[in-house]
């Protein structure tokens, strides 16, 4: 209890600064996530990020460096290099795309496995919830064999950009752990 009050005062007066790598393959739905975040808006619009783009976004006291990344496969092996020094890797996935799901359990599992990102909090996001095929959190965690990843947090959330569900308990998580990332 001590504790949480010491945090939440430290909160009214430390602004806190984290720093993001947002990483999935091509239409998962990143560049989407981080136009919601920042500006609380969807648009079906999106043109597929090219290398990189990078975006900051203050949410109350916590300012928020986002490295949105390219998903196409060209783009891939660049992605290690974005996620060193991170404060968490935040891995979208299509949760409606069936077909992509292996592939991107494979990309996930291959970059965590480098050792240079060893500890690095990880936050997968299963986008398009708002899609009746869209596979649950249970269904996701299991396809992506997320339990199977070590020496590090990892948590799961399913999403939907279009209807902004879940993005609330997203920030939190992402609040939480550049609190606790100070503390480390």
């Known amino acids: 209890l001590w504790s949480r009050f010491l945090d939440w005062l430290r909160s009214l ?61 060209r783009f891939r092996s660049m992605w290690e290099r974005y996620c060193r020094g ?21 990309e996930l599992h291959d970059l965590l496995s480098k050792p240079t990102l060893q500890g690095v909090p990880l936050l997968v996001l ?19 064999e997320l339990k199977e990843l070590k020496n590090r947090e990892v948590c799961c959330y399913c999403i939907s950009c279009k209807n902004q569900t879940n993005i609330d308990i997203t920030l939190e998580w992402l609040r939480r752990t550049a609190t606790a990332g100070r503390r480390r």
């Open 86 to 106: 991170v404060n968490a890797i935040v891995y979208v996935v299509d949760a409606a795309d069936h077909d992509n799901i292996e592939i991107s359990k494979s």
């Open 13 to 73: 007066f430390f602004k806190q600064e984290m720093e993001l790598s947002l990483i999935g393959l091509q239409n998962a739905g990143k560049t989407s996530l981080v136009n919601v975040l920042a500006t609380g808006t969807f648009s079906d619009d999106m043109i597929p990020t090219v290398g990189f783009n990078m975006r900051k976004v203050t949410k109350g006291n916590v300012t928020i460096k986002l490295w949105d990344l390219g998903g196409q496969p």
């Open 126 to 144: 299963g986008n398009k919830n708002d899609l009746p095929q869209a596979l649950g959190v249970d269904a996701l965690i299991d396809r992506m």
